[in-house]
């Protein structure tokens, strides 16, 4: 079965960092794009990140002086999401997901979704 695990949620103040994982299993990972999406209360899920062989690293929002940084451990079948500088308006449920070879921004062409983890971001 597919599975993907993400974690590294949590709060932190304004500024401040955290790294998400998405562990992943059930199939060949280099022959998928891996991508973050989040989702805010009242607000569509929103593609955040994505990485692929195809494509290597694509940023969907501001990822400007290195506030955001993806990246995949393929031995370990895992993708991670540095995130720097976080502001309060990053405050989400971030999921990771899973689909063909090549990365896209909208949520509905990916097949596999993790659980989510909570982000949240203090003024």
């Known amino acids: 079965d597919v599975q993907l695990q993400a974690s590294g949620g949590g709060l932190v103040q304004a500024g401040g960092s955290l790294r998400l994982s998405c562990a992943a299993s059930g199939f060949t990972f280099d022959d998928y794009a891996i991508a973050w999406f989040r989702q805010a209360p009242g607000k569509e899920r929103e593609g955040v990140s994505c990485?692929?062989?195809?494509?290597?690293?694509?940023y969907y929002v501001n990822s400007e002086h290195g506030r955001l940084t993806i990246s995949s451990d393929n031995a370990k079948n895992t993708v991670y999401l540095q995130m720097n500088s976080l502001k309060p308006e990053d405050t989400a449920v971030y999921y990771c997901a899973a689909a063909g070879l090549a990365c896209s921004r909208w949520h509905y062409e990916y097949d596999y979704w993790g659980q989510g983890t909570q982000v949240t971001v203090s003024s």
């Open positions: 990485i692929s062989s195809l494509d290597g690293a694509m």
